[in-house]
C-alpha cells in the first residue's frame, strides 16, 4: 500500500457504498485482506504503514490496555468485518460473499502468534464465511515463526505461507537491516510443509546495495533447496523517507542501477525457469498453476476486495477507499461506532481503462486487444515489431510480454492504454 493515501472524498461514518457499488457482487472474485501494522523492528528499506512497539509508545507489543496494541487492533478488526458484512449486505446484494481468498500481510502478521492468526481467519469465517476450496494466507517472517505456529494454522484452515526471506546472504541481510540469518527462511519453509500448508512462497529482493550476481545466485539455490513453490521477486526501490534512502543520500551506500536490476531480472527468470517454475505476472514465479496466489490475481484481475486494518486499502464495484492509518485512530473510530474509512473514491471510466491494462499486462495471460482503441493498437503493433510483445500471441489477438517486455512492463502498458 502506498506510504502516502491519495485525497479523495470524505467516507461516509456507516461505511455505506454508492449506488451500483454492489451490482455483481460475488459475481467476481472476493477478497478480504487484513493488514497487521505491527513489527518488532523497521526494516530499512520499508515505507509500508508498520509500527514498532516505540514507534506506538508501547513498553512491548504484548500490552493488552493500550488503544494501540495488537489487543486493541484485533478487537477493532473484529468490528470492522461485522461492519463488512453488513455493508455488503445492502440494496443489490443477496448477502455478503463468502471470501475466496484471505490475505494477512503487514506488517509482520506471525508477531500475533497462533492464538492471534486463528483468532483473524474465526472473525473472518464468523463475518463471511470461506468459499470451499479458500486459498487462506499468511506472511511471515522466520524469526517469529516456529513449527508449532505452523501446525496450528494449518489446522485451523490456513493454506499458504509467504516468508519475508529477501536475501540468503548475511551482507546483503544487514543492509537490509533483515534480523534473520542465512537458512532461516529455508528451514521454516520446510517446516511449514511439513506442517501441512499446502503452497509456500518465498520473498526475494534483488539489486540491494553491495550484492552481486553470485550473491543472488546463492540465494535463489537457497530457494530451490527449499521445497517452495512460489516466488515473488522485486528489484529494491529505494522509497523517500526511509532509512536506506537517508544512507543514499549521505552517500553511504549506492543507488541501485536500473541496468544491474535489469541483469538480476533476467538471473532470476533464468534460474526460477530453469528449475521448472513459470512466470505468470511480472515479478511472479509458480512451479504449478494451482501454486499460483488466487488473492493476487483477484487483484490483477479486476476483483473486489475489503481490505481491513489500519490503511487498508478496498475495491468494491468501482469504488475505492482506505482506512486511517495509525492503530489507535483506527480501533477508537470503531469502538465509537463508525466506519474507520479515512477517504474513499469512484474510479472513473478512463482510470478503470488504465488499471486493467497496467494489470492484466503483467500477466502471463496478457490482455485482450479488442480492449484497446485504435491508437492503443497502434502501440501494440509496434511494440510487436520491436520484441516487446509476443508477435504469435499479438496476431492471435492477446498483448503478451516477452520477457524483454516485461522490463519494460508500464512503459509498454501506458502506450497501449494512450495514457
Same mark, same amino acid.
Given at each position: 500500500?502506498?506510504?502516502?493515501?491519495?485525497?479523495?472524498?470524505?467516507?461516509?461514518?456507516?461505511?455505506?457504498?454508492?449506488?451500483?457499488?454492489?451490482?455483481?457482487?460475488?459475481?467476481?472474485?472476493?477478497?478480504?485482506?487484513?493488514?497487521?501494522?505491527?513489527?518488532?523492528?523497521?526494516?530499512?528499506?520499508?515505507?509500508?504503514?508498520?509500527?514498532?512497539?516505540?514507534? =506506538?509508545?508501547?513498553?512491548?507489543?504484548?500490552?493488552?490496555?493500550?488503544?494501540?496494541?495488537?489487543?486493541?487492533?484485533?478487537?477493532?478488526?473484529?468490528?470492522?468485518?461485522?461492519?463488512?458484512?453488513?455493508?455488503?449486505?445492502?440494496?443489490?446484494?443477496?448477502?455478503?460473499?463468502?471470501?475466496?481468498?484471505?490475505?494477512?500481510?503487514?506488517?509482520?502478521?506471525?508477531?500475533?502468534?497462533?492464538?492471534?492468526?486463528?483468532?483473524?481467519?474465526?472473525?473472518?469465517?464468523?463475518?463471511?464465511?470461506?468459499?470451499?476450496?479458500?486459498?487462506?494466507?499468511?506472511?511471515?517472517?522466520?524469526?517469529?515463526?516456529?513449527?508449532?505456529?505452523?501446525?496450528?494454522?494449518?489446522?485451523?484452515?490456513?493454506?499458504?505461507?509467504?516468508?519475508?526471506?529477501?536475501?540468503?546472504?548475511?551482507?546483503?541481510?544487514?543492509?537490509?537491516?533483515?534480523?534473520?540469518?542465512?537458512?532461516?527462511?529455508?528451514?521454516?519453509?520446510?517446516?511449514?510443509?511439513?506442517?501441512?500448508?499446502?503452497?509456500?512462497?518465498?520473498?526475494?529482493?534483488?539489486?540491494?546495495?553491495?550484492?552481486?550476481?553470485?550473491? =543472488?545466485?546463492?540465494? #535463489?539455490?537457497?530457494?530451490?533447496?527449499?521445497?517452495?513453490?512460489?516466488?515473488?521477486?522485486?528489484?529494491?526501490?529505494?522509497?523517500?523517507?526511509?532509512? #536506506?534512502?537517508?544512507?543514499?543520500?549521505?552517500?553511504? #551506500?549506492?543507488?541501485?542501477?536500473?541496468?544491474? #536490476?535489469?541483469?538480476?531480472?533476467?538471473?532470476?527468470?533464468?534460474?526460477?525457469?530453469?528449475?521448472?517454475?513459470? !512466470?505468470?505476472?511480472?515479478?511472479?514465479?509458480?512451479?504449478?498453476?494451482?501454486?499460483?496466489?488466487?488473492?493476487?490475481?483477484?487483484?490483477?484481475?479486476?476483483?473486489? !476486495?475489503?481490505?481491513?486494518?489500519?490503511?487498508?486499502?478496498?475495491?468494491?464495484?468501482?469504488?475505492?477507499?482506505?482506512?486511517?492509518?495509525?492503530?489507535?485512530?483506527?480501533?477508537?473510530?470503531?469502538?465509537?461506532?463508525?466506519?474507520?474509512?479515512?477517504?474513499?473514491?469512484?474510479?472513473?471510466?478512463?482510470?478503470?481503462?488504465?488499471?486493467?491494462?497496467?494489470?492484466?499486462?503483467?500477466?502471463?495471460?496478457?490482455?485482450?486487444?479488442?480492449?484497446?482503441?485504435?491508437?492503443?493498437?497502434?502501440?501494440?503493433?509496434?511494440?510487436?515489431?520491436?520484441?516487446?510483445?509476443?508477435?504469435?500471441?499479438?496476431?492471435?489477438?492477446?498483448?503478451?510480454?516477452?520477457?524483454?517486455?516485461?522490463?519494460?512492463?508500464?512503459?509498454?502498458?501506458?502506450?497501449?492504454?494512450?495514457?
Amino acid at each position: 500500500m502506498p506510504s502516502v493515501p491519495p485525497g479523495g472524498e470524505p467516507a461516509p461514518a456507516d461505511g455505506a457504498l454508492p449506488a451500483g457499488a454492489l451490482d455483481g457482487l460475488g459475481t467476481r472474485p472476493f477478497g478480504v485482506y487484513v493488514h497487521v501494522p505491527f513489527c518488532a523492528t523497521r526494516c530499512g528499506y520499508c515505507d509500508f504503514n508498520t509500527y514498532t512497539a516505540s514507534d =506506538l509508545g508501547l513498553g512491548s507489543l504484548g500490552a493488552t490496555d493500550d488503544p494501540a496494541s495488537p489487543a486493541s487492533w484485533l478487537e477493532g478488526l473484529r468490528r470492522e468485518l461485522d461492519l463488512a458484512a453488513r455493508v455488503l449486505h445492502g440494496a443489490g446484494s443477496s448477502g455478503p460473499p463468502p471470501a475466496d481468498t484471505v490475505f494477512l500481510g503487514g506488517g509482520t502478521p506471525s508477531l500475533l502468534g497462533a492464538h492471534g492468526l486463528v483468532a483473524v481467519l474465526d472473525a473472518v469465517r464468523a463475518a463471511f464465511g470461506l468459499r470451499p476450496g479458500a486459498e487462506v494466507t499468511t506472511e511471515a517472517n522466520p524469526e517469529s515463526t516456529t513449527p508449532q505456529l505452523l501446525a496450528a494454522i494449518a489446522d485451523a484452515g490456513y493454506t499458504r505461507l509467504s516468508l519475508g526471506m529477501q536475501s540468503d546472504v548475511d551482507h546483503v541481510l544487514a543492509v537490509l537491516d533483515r534480523r534473520h540469518t542465512p537458512g532461516a527462511a529455508v528451514r521454516v519453509a520446510r517446516e511449514a510443509l511439513d506442517a501441512g500448508l499446502a503452497h509456500v512462497n518465498l520473498d526475494l529482493i534483488y539489486g540491494t546495495p553491495t550484492e552481486t550476481h553470485d550473491d =543472488l545466485r546463492r540465494s #535463489l539455490d537457497a530457494v530451490l533447496s527449499s521445497g517452495a513453490d512460489h516466488v515473488s521477486a522485486y528489484s529494491l526501490i529505494v522509497e523517500e523517507g526511509t532509512a #536506506l534512502a537517508r544512507r543514499v543520500a549521505r552517500g553511504e #551506500l549506492p543507488m541501485p542501477d536500473d541496468d544491474v #536490476l535489469a541483469d538480476r531480472y533476467e538471473i532470476v527468470d533464468d534460474v526460477l525457469t530453469g528449475a521448472g517454475f513459470g !512466470w505468470y505476472e511480472v515479478s511472479n514465479w509458480a512451479r504449478t498453476v494451482g501454486a499460483r496466489c488466487r488473492h493476487n490475481l483477484g487483484y490483477w484481475g479486476g476483483g473486489d !476486495w475489503w481490505g481491513a486494518g489500519p490503511g487498508a486499502h478496498s475495491h468494491v464495484g468501482g469504488t475505492r477507499w482506505w482506512n486511517l492509518r495509525h492503530p489507535a485512530r483506527y480501533s477508537a473510530a470503531l469502538a465509537a461506532g463508525r466506519s474507520p474509512a479515512q477517504a474513499r473514491e469512484r474510479v472513473t471510466p478512463d482510470e478503470a481503462h488504465l488499471e486493467q491494462v497496467l494489470l492484466e499486462l503483467r500477466t502471463v495471460d496478457g490482455l485482450a486487444a479488442d480492449v484497446l482503441d485504435a491508437p492503443g493498437r497502434a502501440a501494440g503493433e509496434e511494440a510487436a515489431r520491436e520484441g516487446l510483445l509476443a508477435p504469435e500471441a499479438w496476431a492471435s489477438g492477446r498483448a503478451v510480454l516477452t520477457r524483454r517486455g516485461r522490463l519494460l512492463a508500464d512503459g509498454v502498458a501506458i502506450a497501449l492504454a494512450g495514457a
